[in-house]
């Protein structure tokens, strides 16, 4: 499995950005699916994930009400439409494949996750 993100860059507070994660190599719509960061000098956390069939969404309290995630299985890509951008939400953004279907419990840990993207990089700043 190949999990490829695009869409970062350079974007102003306040501004948007849509990330887009391509995948390909095995049926897309069989595994949930999620998006983690991580800033310079932090830890890799949680951001957003969505279930296989798009019906289940889970986000980080810091991003919610500001990103949603969303997933076209026809395309075997998933979304992040991130508004409302702040300096915080500056990081390495990488996509991931989950072991399974669900966003149960086990959703916000990297291990629950099997494959990786290469991450792309948003910086907000003016």
């Known amino acids: 499995v190949q999990l490829q993100a695009s869409g970062g860059g350079l974007v102003q507070p306040g501004g948007s950005l849509r990330l887009s994660c391509a995948a390909s190599?095995?049926?897309?719509?069989?595994?949930?699916m999620g998006w983690f960061r991580q800033a310079p000098g932090k830890e890799r956390e949680f951001v957003a994930g969505?279930?296989?069939?798009?019906?289940?969404?889970r986000y980080a309290d810091s991003v919610r009400g500001r990103f949603t995630i969303s997933r076209d299985n026809a395309k075997n890509t998933m979304y992040l439409q991130m508004n409302v951008q702040t300096p915080e939400d500056t990081a390495v953004y990488y996509c991931?494949?989950?072991?399974?279907?669900?966003?149960?419990?086990?959703?916000?840990?990297?291990?629950?996750?099997?494959?990786w993207g290469q991450g792309t990089l948003v910086t907000v700043s003016s």
């Open positions: 991931a494949s989950k072991w399974d279907p669900y966003m149960d419990s086990d959703y916000q840990r990297a291990s629950a996750y099997e494959y």
């Open positions: 969505i279930s296989a069939s798009g019906s289940t969404r």
């Open positions: 190599g095995r049926t897309f719509s069989s595994n949930a």
